[in-house]
């Protein structure tokens, strides 16, 4: 539903791959800050599951994802856009500065693709070097100091400071930077091809040779690489599924993305739950995040997909609920998606756009909160959430700064998404959306001050310090973030945050314990990790009762199988009992440590096992 500026995709094009004559002036601009004050958090402990229309942590404590966009993974260039203009770490180090906890990754299935066959896509628009590598000593005894000619995205470089690594490896990189500054990340299948113009295709399948297996293949292989890095905590499956009947004799109902109790290829509910089954089976962790789609039959009058007639009703008497692409979740209420594991890492996402995008019908009057709900909001998603049913993220909404109606819109979706804890993801960072605009300017570096003022309020963030809270339990969000557990240890019970429209909130904070010695020295923090302000809980022992003869070391939510989902039942047994107990056969077999009584080590014990660390629990 977005447009690229021509005049900026071009510019990104026509960027060097690899700079190694950068001026010593511009190096100065683009060196990266330094190191993050807090040593990155390795616990794996910051997964998110759901409960009615909220998420929570691992100890039961609730989280909001307020985020943005940062679309070019899924374009021609394989790579998020702006790096041909600015470091990577001036970027992120930016983005969190500014209290964004999550950022949405458009991404291919082309791309992923040729990752999983071990062939990355090449990558273009990057400006990377590290010239010279190191010092060099002349003739004349004069030293020439590393990075004097070029110092810009030098971890995207190999060792001779020039050659660029491939795509696959930078969005590895850019994961590892996610982690140092405190963001979260998920991924967005925004198009099967990489195309600067793919959101226009309306299915999962069909362009670059991508069928449904392969789109569920490539996520699969994606979720497995990273089931034990809590930085890429979800998936969302396909951006916009959208297609709708013609009124020129153009039937094709399946070309379109439709939502009913088939099997059939293009229905949208089914392929969704088969790839979440089968992401969730190699990470139950993660978060699966279904959009919805554009075209719904109004069932409450008796019409459905099959029913005669149905793709000949003239457009006034249409037999269709519309809705933007992807935007349409009435089908939830008829057939939502249960995965077989059930529905605790089920998020719907759709879009929502004002008239900078296109003029709907809603926004031909006076539009107020209540009557965009009454027109549009209610029945199409915002029941979802107001149910109970499930969580809610607006995985896009923005637009231009008008300074009348559009601007209005946005306005009134932000208070609407506050005070009704609804998740969302702003479109976008880059400054090249045509028909929206960005966060940013055209060097990626400058932010518009106006826009973000708007968007900035949205933000998770507490009520009266105005500190950023960010979605990892150590590591804090930015200059002017908090880390989860700081928030849930100092701020939540005094003064809260704004979710909700302002709350507060008693929560639990469990500090994970130091690692188990490994043969694998640990990289060393840069930094010493600040003295935490308050006293560290004691670390809560369950007595565990006489092994039955059927102990299966490691199964702690006794699904016949060793996963990180075990670890996750031990942490939310110690942070929440009285909700997450575990059953007394569970105790027996979560005991793996070594040491008597379920701990934060035992959690550590399995991760570490399904890691491949270590072959064998209990831990000798």
């Known amino acids: 539903m977005k447009k690229l500026t021509k005049v900026l995709a071009a510019m990104a094009a026509a960027a060097a791959v690899t700079v190694t004559g950068t001026s010593s002036a511009i190096s100065n601009i683009l060196t990266a800050p330094n190191e993050s004050a807090a040593a990155v958090d390795t616990n794996n402990d910051d997964w998110i599951h759901a409960k009615g229309s909220r998420l929570y942590d691992m100890n039961g404590n609730e989280v909001w994802l307020t985020g943005a966009n940062w679309f070019g993974l899924n374009c021609s260039e394989n790579s998020p856009h702006g790096l041909y203009a600015c470091d990577v770490d001036v970027f992120l180090k930016a983005v969190a500065d500014h209290g964004i906890n999550v950022i949405r990754f458009p991404i291919s299935s082309e791309l992923l693709l040729s990752w999983m066959e071990g062939t990355p896509n090449e990558v273009s628009s990057v400006q990377a070097s590290y010239n010279p590598p190191q010092d060099v000593v002349g003739e004349d005894g004069t030293i020439t100091p590393a990075g004097k000619y070029g110092d810009i995205n030098r971890d995207f470089v190999l060792e001779d400071g020039k050659t660029l690594k491939n795509s696959m490896e930078i969005f590895d990189i850019i994961m590892q930077k996610c982690k140092k500054y405190g963001i979260k990340a998920f991924i967005d299948i925004h198009s099967p091809d990489a195309n600067n113009s793919g959101h226009n295709y309306e ?31 979800g ?223 949205s933000l998770w963030q507490t009520q009266t310090s105005g500190k950023y809270i960010g979605l990892d339990h150590q590591v804090a969000l930015g200059v002017n973030g908090i880390s989860l557990n700081e928030f849930y240890a100092n701020y939540a019970n005094s003064e809260g945050s704004n979710i909700d429209g302002g709350t507060k909130s008693n929560g639990t904070v469990v500090e994970p314990e130091k690692p188990a010695a490994t043969t694998t020295k640990p990289a060393p923090a840069t930094t010493t990790k600040p003295t935490p302000t308050t006293t560290k809980p004691a670390p809560v022992v369950t007595t565990v009762p006489a092994p039955s003869t059927d102990v299966v070391y490691g199964d702690a939510n006794c699904d016949g199988k060793v996963t990180i989902a075990d670890a996750t039942a031990i942490l939310q047994s110690i942070g929440n009992a009285d909700e997450f107990a575990l059953t007394e056969q569970g105790t027996a077999n979560a005991d793996v440590d070594g040491k008597e009584g379920i701990t934060a080590a035992d959690a550590l014990a399995i991760q570490q096992y399904d890691a491949k660390l270590i072959t064998a629990l209990p831990v000798k």
Not at 206 to 231: H, M, P, Q, R, S
């Open 203 to 233: 299915l999962w399948y069909g362009k670059a040779g991508i069928t449904t297996e392969i789109w569920i293949d490539t996520l699969v292989w994606l979720a497995d690489k990273y089931k034990n890095d809590d930085t890429l905590i």
């Open 235 to 457: 998936y969302d499956l396909k951006n916009e599924p959208h297609g709708k009947r013609g009124y020129t004799g153009d039937k094709c109902p399946d070309t379109i993305a439709k939502w009913d109790d088939s099997t059939d290829e293009n229905n949208w509910k089914h392929a969704a739950e088969t790839c979440a089954n089968a992401i969730l089976e190699v990470n139950p962790n993660a978060l699966i995040i279904i959009e919805g789609v554009e075209q719904y039959p109004k069932t409450d009058k008796g019409f459905t997909y099959d029913t005669p007639d149905i793709w000949d009703a003239p457009a006034d008497k249409s037999p269709w609920y519309g809705a933007w692409w992807g935007g349409n979740l009435r089908g939830v209420k008829d057939y939502p998606v249960v995965p077989e594991s059930g529905t605790s890492q089920i998020i719907y996402s759709p879009h929502d756009y004002g008239k900078s995008v296109y003029a709907q019908t809603w926004f031909e009057k006076d539009f107020t909160t209540q009557t965009l709900l009454d027109d549009y909001w209610y029945d199409t998603w915002a029941y979802i959430n107001d149910q109970d049913i499930a969580p809610l993220l607006i995985g896009e909404w923005g637009g231009h700064m008008d300074g009348a109606e559009n601007q209005k819109w946005m306005e009134l979706l932000r208070d609407y998404m506050i005070d009704n804890h609804i998740n969302h993801t702003f479109w976008c960072l880059n400054p090249n959306s045509g028909d929206t605009g960005g966060l940013l300017g055209n060097d990626f570096k400058t932010w518009d001050d106006e826009k973000y003022g708007l968007f900035e309020p």
